[in-house]
């Protein structure tokens, strides 16, 4: 299993120097919408043949899927892995030149799968450097990307106990009245770190402590990350990190998976804030 793992990393972590440099020229916006019905750059498209093409080559991948395309490819149901990936997360903040992310969950069964089903996720965040962090039977380890090479900058990454930051995405007057009330408790401890990609807002959690959310919102009860592509690789990076996730009731990783594109409210962080979080929706 670890070699199948190990391939998939490697190559997530060679592809990302293209996407980024595939980056410039490709901030214009396409004619057809993905499949959550979100406008489709041409950095999107591009990230997305670039990672399918080199993740179903690796002998053990049956099947891939991303938010950017309708159904699985590869093989659906056959032997091996199957790799959910959203190939530019927080693209639209390629407009204003901030950070983006890649996001890849391993599942060891068909999708859609439950995050019980992940054997391994990470993600590649395009800042000032370009770093990734893997999740892997229970360690985190954090990695500089050199040329498309892992150099370990931290191994065993953990939440720090004090909890420092928080992000919630979503338009407040569109937030649910219970999480607002709950927003409001936390404001008055924490500082606001909000950039609009979730893996940029998430690794600030990683690195300081902390809470990020995209909550359910009234317009949108399931708010608006995939649980597939989103929710559950990013639930297993947190609670590997030691620290939690939840849908508001459960952890993401408990979610039931019924559609390849569901959204699920997302609260990931320190564990007491995540308990804290679950109290005060319950
Ligand atoms: P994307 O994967 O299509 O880019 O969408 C996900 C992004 C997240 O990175 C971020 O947390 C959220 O959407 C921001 O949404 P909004 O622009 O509505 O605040
Ligand atoms: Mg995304």
Same mark, same amino acid.
């Given at each position: 299993?670890?070699?199948?793992?190990?391939?998939?990393?490697?190559?997530?972590?060679?592809?990302?120097?293209?996407?980024?440099?595939?980056?410039?020229?490709?901030?214009?916006?396409?004619?057809?919408?993905?499949?959550?019905?979100?406008?489709?750059?041409?950095?999107?498209?591009?990230?997305?043949?670039?990672?399918?093409?080199?993740?179903?080559?690796?002998?053990?991948?049956?099947?891939?899927?991303?938010?950017?395309?309708? &159904? +699985? %490819?590869?093989? /659906?149901?056959? #032997? !091996?892995?199957?790799? @959910? $990936?959203?190939?530019?997360?927080?693209?639209?903040?390629?407009?204003?030149?901030?950070?983006?992310?890649?996001?890849?969950?391993?599942?060891?069964?068909?999708?859609?799968?439950?995050?019980?089903?992940?054997?391994?996720?990470?993600?590649?965040?395009?800042?000032?450097?370009?770093?990734?962090?893997?999740?892997?039977?229970? &360690? +985190? %380890?954090?990695? /500089?990307?050199? #040329? !498309?090479?892992?150099? @370990? $900058?931290?191994?065993?990454?953990?939440?720090?106990?004090?909890?420092?930051?928080?992000?919630?995405?979503?338009?407040?007057?569109?937030?649910?009245?219970?999480?607002?009330?709950?927003?409001?408790?936390?404001?008055?401890?924490?500082?606001?770190?909000?950039?609009?990609?979730?893996?940029?807002?998430?690794?600030?959690?990683? &690195?300081?402590?902390?809470?990020?959310?995209?909550?359910?919102?009234?317009?949108?009860?399931?708010?608006?990350?995939?649980?597939?592509?989103?929710?559950?690789?990013?639930?297993?990076?947190?609670?590997?990190?030691?620290?939690?996730?939840?849908?508001?009731?459960?952890?993401?990783?408990?979610?039931?998976?019924?559609?390849?594109?569901?959204?699920?409210?997302?609260?990931?962080?320190?564990?007491?804030?995540?308990?804290?979080?679950?109290?005060?929706?319950?």
């Amino acid at each position: 299993m670890t070699e199948v793992v190990e391939a998939i990393f490697e190559t997530v972590a060679a592809t990302a120097p293209e996407v980024r440099a595939g980056l410039v020229g490709r901030r214009e916006y396409q004619e057809k919408e993905n499949p959550s019905g979100e406008r489709k750059l041409a950095a999107d498209i591009h990230a997305d043949q670039l990672f399918e093409e080199r993740l179903l080559a690796i002998e053990g991948v049956a099947s891939y899927a991303s938010e950017e395309r309708e &159904t +699985v %490819t590869g093989d /659906a149901y056959g #032997d !091996g892995y199957h790799v @959910a $990936v959203d190939p530019l997360d927080g693209s639209s903040n390629l407009k204003s030149n901030n950070a983006m992310g890649t996001i890849v969950g391993i599942y060891e069964e068909p999708l859609p799968a439950a995050g019980e089903h992940l054997v391994a996720s990470g993600f590649v965040l395009y800042g000032p450097i370009t770093n990734m962090v893997t999740a892997v039977e229970g &360690t +985190v %380890t954090e990695y /500089a990307l050199d #040329d !498309g090479k892992r150099i @370990a $900058v931290a191994e065993d990454v953990a939440l720090p106990d004090e909890p420092t930051v928080y992000g919630f995405g979503g338009r407040v007057p569109d937030w649910p009245e219970d999480f607002e009330r709950f927003v409001r408790g936390i404001e008055q401890e924490l500082k606001l770190r909000y950039g609009g990609a979730m893996i940029a807002d998430v690794n600030q959690v990683l &690195t300081y402590g902390g809470i990020f959310a995209y909550p359910a919102l009234e317009s949108n009860p399931d708010g608006k990350l995939r649980l597939q592509f989103e929710g559950n690789p990013i639930a297993y990076v947190v609670e590997s990190a030691g620290g939690g996730s939840s849908d508001g009731n459960q952890s993401l990783l408990s979610v039931e998976a019924t559609e390849l594109h569901q959204r699920v409210p997302l609260h990931v962080g320190n564990t007491v804030l995540i308990d804290r979080l679950e109290r005060a929706l319950g």
